[in-house]
Structure formats: structure tokens, C-alpha cells
């Protein structure tokens, strides 16, 4: 994602994945709402005052509390001139609902080391599609220094450098 003309201010950090991640301003035209999604973690606010760790939403979660398919929702950028692309496709499982949290019991279970680059993040190949892309690795966020998981999400495998 181009970061180009974002504005890099300090309050734009996530306060939910110590501030590894930016909080988006984010439109979603389907349903006329405007929130603040954190593009690491996927925390999401609906106010911008209201940016703190324990007053998000798992933006799955609101996408679905609005009706919404969570693998292909519309979603525009507000902060940034640049063009960026004006849908996205959400990362997403693809198992049926009741299977993710199980799933990620089994990834978490199967961990190794952290990333390298990131010692709160795991990423787990479970060896079968489980995202709406093909993904079969699951990146795993803990709150640093704990086992506490704050979020979970497919991503593509890529060889450990
Ligand atoms: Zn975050």
C-alpha cells in the first residue's frame, strides 16, 4: 500500500497493535458510513476520537453487522491524494464462520518463531486454503510481550527469508 501523500502524523498509529499499523479514514459507500481502520490489525473506529484499544470493533465483525461480504466490500480512502485502488479486496476467511476460531486455535498451536522483522507476528501455514485469495498462512498479532491475541487474518505464504 502507497503511502506516499498519507499524512505520517504521530496520531495516525494504531494504539491496538502498538502503533505498527495506520489508522485509515476510510468511506465505505455501500452503506453511507465513514470509520478509521487500522490496515495492520484491522481494529476499527467508527469517531476519530474514539481511536483507543478498547473501544474497537474487528472490522469483519462491522462489516457483518451491517450485512455486508466481508471478501469483497468497497472501500475508498479518504486521507489519501493518491490514486489508490478504489476497491480492495478484504482479507477474509473463507472456512464457514463456526470453523475460524478453531482454525486459529490450530495455527497458534502450530507457531514457531516470531517474524523477525515483527516479534508480535506469526505467521502459520496450515497447509490448506483457508482465505477468500487462496491463502493458506495465518498471521497471527499478539499485544507485545503477551500470548494475547488481537487479531488473526489469511495472508499468502512467502518463503522465510
Ligand atoms: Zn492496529
Not at 505498527?20 to 476510510?26: A, N, S, T
Not at 472490522?59 to 469483497?72: A, H, P, Q, V
Not at 502459520?124 to 499478539?142: A, F, P, Q, R, S
Amino acid at each position: 500500500m502507497s503511502l506516499t501523500n498519507f499524512n505520517l502524523d504521530k496520531s495516525s498509529l494504531c494504539p491496538l497493535c502498538d502503533e505498527q499499523g495506520w489508522v485509515r479514514h476510510v468511506s465505505l459507500p455501500e452503506i453511507s458510513s465513514e470509520g478509521f481502520l487500522c490496515d495492520e490489525c484491522y481494529a476499527f473506529w467508527l469517531e476519530k476520537e474514539k481511536v483507543d484499544s478498547p473501544s474497537f470493533i474487528q472490522f469483519d465483525d462491522f462489516l457483518k453487522s451491517r450485512g455486508l461480504d466481508t471478501s469483497s466490500v468497497e472501500l475508498n480512502f479518504l486521507d489519501s491524494e493518491e490514486n489508490e485502488p478504489i476497491a480492495r479486496k478484504w482479507k477474509s476467511f473463507s472456512v464457514d464462520e463456526r470453523e475460524v476460531l478453531p482454525l486459529i486455535d490450530e495455527a497458534w498451536s502450530k507457531r514457531k518463531e516470531a517474524l523477525a522483522t515483527d516479534p508480535r507476528a506469526y505467521v502459520v501455514n496450515l497447509k490448506k486454503i483457508i482465505g477468500t485469495d487462496g491463502e493458506t498462512c495465518v498471521k497471527i498479532l499478539v499485544r507485545p510481550g503477551t500470548q494475547e491475541v488481537i487479531a488473526a487474518y489469511p495472508v499468502h505464504c512467502s518463503p522465510a527469508p
